[in-house]
């Protein structure tokens, strides 16, 4: 053996290990009625799974809800992100303590975030709700038509620093001299920005954006903390939907293969983005 | 000029915000872990004698154990995924050991559900009987930290002049010998970063934790998901707890914030 093969032989043994083979068998166990009550061999059922996950309403509801959860979440999270990285970038005074402590929230672990915001929400001893009703509204934040906004915003306070992060390392590798020249040219603020930076900027915003979506599809802590799937199943999301499959009605088989559709869901979206990246290269 | 002025008042307002938003729910928790529960349910008390008892509870409960499990099992999965993934990111940034393939692997794993995995991981706990022990969840969370922190170090290896290395091989160092003498402390920042993200990725799960080890052998998250039963008694240790899982994590994240770009793009973007 070469001591190239040899120094990246750990990796790959480790890397099938942990996650080859549990894919491999996550695979096989979605093609077969496991239970994790029943002891013996599973029987093998095929497709059959697949095609109850794919005819399951509650399973396309909860991807209908995790699609509009992750649309509403990342797209503020964009909007709010570009702007303090923008006012960031400019920001002379105590820079780095300003920045370190807006990229704070991202380090927190989720169920925390979760179970503060359902503290500080709660609508009997919460603060918020509580200095809303000092000026005469009254807004329950876990209510019906109301509770998938409420996590959304979450996601957007733990993860808008993500978008922080990269976009902020982006702006500030852009050239200067198409900005300076735009000035130059007596351009304002608004048309530059429009049509300087963020061409400039595209490709970090399709990377920044492609990874908050993906991280977002996997929302699970919040629901988990504050609403459990609930007003009704509102909040059920795919990994909360698959978490209940799995876990509370111990469906392995059929939890499996919803976790495989959801895959091929996101390899889906990510060959679409890349190949769109491409071809944005090409021309 | 008054254009910009405005512009000017708005930036610093927006990041006011921006900083208000993210104190005040964290001040809030730490306000509340020293209130009594009867304070408690006053929300807008701020004068008021402090209570320890909250904290008294917390450090005499099962929440310090925890801390020490999930501990363990950052530090098991970061130690085992720098080795590796140090070495095998080396051979990759250098020779393109394994190909795309490799390459592309970590990067693929980094998408992958975990609901995809967790359930393997499972039925294989309780085959071995394991289930309910931290072995498994430090399996579980190799499966993402180690492609993370390979890929995170791809980039970093790859900034290391190869001159250097074959500077030390005339000196008559084998290859390994100028691996782990010559290029190493070269990266050993680079390494220092992915070995605290890898470590918070560890310490804040709560998927794997949940499902592989929920009774007696709980990690943090775990034991804080444990807090939601909400009574009112109870809310003064949660944000105690809350604190010991989120203050730690915190602070070691100032010291990578600038190189985390860097590592997450694989080397493609620098801070």
Same mark, same amino acid.
């Given at each position: 053996m070469t001591f190239k093969h040899g120094m990246v032989a750990p990796l790959v043994a480790l890397f099938l290990g942990v996650v080859g083979f549990p894919l491999g068998y996550a695979f096989y166990l979605s093609i077969t009625g496991y239970r994790l009550t029943e002891r013996g061999t599973p029987n093998m059922v095929g497709a059959k799974n697949y095609l109850a996950t794919l005819q399951d309403g509650a399973f396309w509801h909860a991807f209908g809800t995790t699609a509009l959860f992750v649309c509403v979440a990342v797209s503020l999270e964009l909007v709010i992100g570009l702007a303090i990285a923008l006012a960031l970038q400019k920001q002379r005074w105590a820079r780095d303590v300003t920045r370190s402590m807006l990229l704070a929230p991202m380090f927190i672990t989720p169920i925390a975030v979760g179970l503060i915001f359902r503290f500080l929400?709660?609508?009997?001893?919460?603060?918020?709700?509580?200095?809303?009703?000092?000026?005469?509204?009254?807004?329950?934040?876990? $209510? &019906? *038509?109301?509770?998938?906004? #409420? !996590?959304?915003?979450?996601?957007?306070?733990?993860?808008?620093? %993500?978008?922080? @992060?990269?976009?902020?390392?982006?702006?500030?590798?852009?050239?200067?001299?198409?900005?300076?020249?735009?000035?130059?040219?007596?351009?304002?603020?608004?048309?530059?920005?429009?049509?300087?930076?963020?061409?400039?900027?595209?490709?970090?915003?399709?990377?920044?954006?492609?990874?908050?979506?993906?991280?977002?599809?996997?929302?699970?802590?919040?629901?988990?903390?504050?609403?459990?799937? $609930? &007003? *009704?199943?509102?909040?059920? #999301? !795919?990994?909360?939907?698959?978490?209940?499959?799995?876990?509370? %009605?111990?469906? @392995?088989?059929?939890?499996?293969?919803?976790?495989?559709?959801?895959?091929?869901?996101?390899?889906?979206?990510?060959?679409?983005?890349?190949?769109?990246?491409?071809?944005?290269?090409?021309? | 000029m008054k254009g910009s002025v405005v512009l000017a008042v708005c930036r610093v307002a927006l990041l006011w915000a921006a900083a208000i938003s993210v104190l005040f729910p964290v001040l809030w928790i730490a306000l509340a872990s020293v209130k009594s529960p009867a304070q408690l349910n006053d929300p807008f008390l701020l004068s008021f004698t402090p209570t320890l008892d909250a904290w008294r509870t917390v450090l005499s409960s099962d929440i310090l154990a925890a801390a020490g499990r999930s501990a363990i099992v950052a530090v098991t999965t970061v130690g085992i995924s720098v080795i590796v993934g140090s070495m095998g990111a080396y051979a990759i940034a250098r020779f393109r050991a394994g190909g795309t393939l490799t390459r592309f692997g970590m990067l693929a794993a980094q998408v992958l559900p975990p609901a995809v995995l967790v359930f393997p991981f499972l039925t294989m706990a309780y085959a071995l009987r394991l289930n309910d022990t931290i072995v498994p969840v430090i399996f579980a969370h190799l499966s993402f930290v180690l492609p993370v922190v390979t890929w995170f170090l791809i980039g970093f290896f790859e900034a290391v002049p190869r001159s250097l290395e074959e500077q030390a091989q005339v000196d008559g160092f084998t290859r390994f010998q100028a691996f782990r003498l010559v290029v190493l402390p070269q990266v050993l920042p680079g390494i220092g970063a992915a070995a605290i993200f890898g470590f918070t990725l560890s310490w804040n799960d709560l998927f794997y934790g949940l499902i592989l080890a929920p009774g007696k052998a709980a990690i943090l998250p775990v034991a804080i998901a444990g807090f939601n039963t909400f009574r009112g008694v109870q809310i003064g240790s949660m944000s105690a707890a809350i604190l010991i899982a989120v203050v730690p994590v915190v602070i070691a994240s100032f010291f990578i914030q600038r190189r985390l770009v860097q590592g997450i793009s694989g080397g493609a973007v620098k801070f």
């Open positions: 929400l709660n609508d009997q001893i919460g603060a918020i709700p509580t200095m809303l009703h000092g000026i005469g509204v009254d807004y329950d934040f876990f $209510g &019906p *038509g109301r509770a998938l906004f #409420t !996590l959304a915003v979450i996601d957007v306070w733990q993860w808008t620093p %993500f978008m922080v @992060l990269l976009l902020l390392a982006g702006l500030e590798s852009i050239p200067r001299e198409p900005l300076e020249a735009a000035r130059v040219d007596g351009a304002g603020g608004w048309y530059v920005l429009r049509r300087v930076t963020l061409p400039l900027l595209a490709p970090v915003l399709v990377v920044a954006i492609l990874l908050r979506c993906l991280d977002a599809m996997k929302v699970f802590e919040y629901v988990f903390a504050t609403t459990r799937g $609930g &007003p *009704g199943t509102e909040t059920e #999301t !795919l990994q909360y939907f698959v978490y209940q499959t799995g876990i509370q %009605f111990f469906r @392995l088989g059929s939890a499996s293969s919803m976790a495989f559709v959801v895959l091929l869901l996101v390899l889906t979206i990510i060959v679409i983005v890349f190949r769109r990246l491409e071809r944005a290269k090409q021309s | -």
